[in-house]
């Protein structure tokens, strides 16, 4: 079993819709990534939090650490946001990022 | 500000041949990260650099990879000779160090044929 499990592993929704992604950790963590990855393309990182809930635009990441839980949320979902979604957390006895296998979304117009 | 900057972005190579790739962190970030990421996985780090020091390689496959971190900012890193597992994406972090937020480069795609 992982580490850190996210769900689901594929979602494909419809334009406009309202997206959420789950990430669950089994270690004590200090902090968690939610990094975006575009096909082709780099990772970049969109939230890092340790407790509560961060907003930028239409994204919202919340954090639950008695639960060991975290969501990232899409609000108004476009097609240019279909990428794979990595949930990555600072844990462990080394502190190290330690990787979820990613959720990948499609968009469709 | 530049974020870091990886290259060549890709590469291919036949197996046996060496290869080298090339990372430039954002200025001042002391932490620095390589990682692979196989198609539909998640990075695995490789290695891991405070300042010059590598202060944990232990994923690192050392018969035939190789690291390095010269005065701290630039790294390269190397395989020698390739193999065709080694076909994946090669990715460059850096951060201020410790827990804070890691920002990663484009990568390296990289085939062994």
């Known amino acids: 079993k992982n580490e850190v499990e996210q769900s689901p592993q594929n979602l494909t929704a419809q334009e406009g819709e309202f997206i959420t992604i789950n990430c669950s950790y089994s270690?004590?963590?200090?902090?968690l990534h939610w990094l975006q990855q575009h096909p082709g393309g780099g990772i970049v990182s969109l939230f890092m939090?340790?407790?509560g809930k961060k907003k930028h635009g239409r994204l919202i990441a919340t954090i639950n650490i008695q639960e060991k839980h975290s969501s990232l949320h899409i609000t108004a979902s476009h097609p240019r946001d279909s990428a794979v979604y990595i949930c990555?957390?600072?844990?462990?006895?080394?502190?190290?990022?330690?990787f979820g296998t990613g959720t990948l979304l499609a968009v469709q117009p | 500000e530049a974020g870091v900057v990886q290259s060549p972005r890709y590469k291919i190579i036949e197996k046996k041949q060496p290869v080298a790739f090339w990372c430039n962190p954002i200025?001042?970030?002391?932490?620095l990260y390589w990682y692979r990421q196989n198609l539909g996985q998640g990075p695995e780090l490789l290695i891991r650099?405070?300042?010059?020091?590598?202060?944990?390689d232990s994923q690192l496959p050392k018969d035939r990879f190789s690291a390095e971190r010269l005065k701290g900012v630039d790294s390269t890193l190397k395989i020698q000779p390739a193999e065709l597992g080694d076909s994946a994406v090669y990715l460059c972090?850096?951060?201020?160090?410790?827990?804070?937020?890691?920002?990663f480069g484009q990568g390296t795609r990289l085939t062994v044929v």
């Open positions: 650099y405070e300042n010059e020091e590598a202060v944990d």
């Open positions: 939090l340790s407790s």
């Open positions: 270690v004590g963590i200090s902090a």
């Open positions: 972090a850096s951060s201020w160090g410790g827990n804070t937020e890691a920002f």
């Open positions: 200025s001042g970030h002391n932490t």
């Open positions: 990555a957390a600072y844990g462990g006895a080394t502190n190290k990022l330690i």
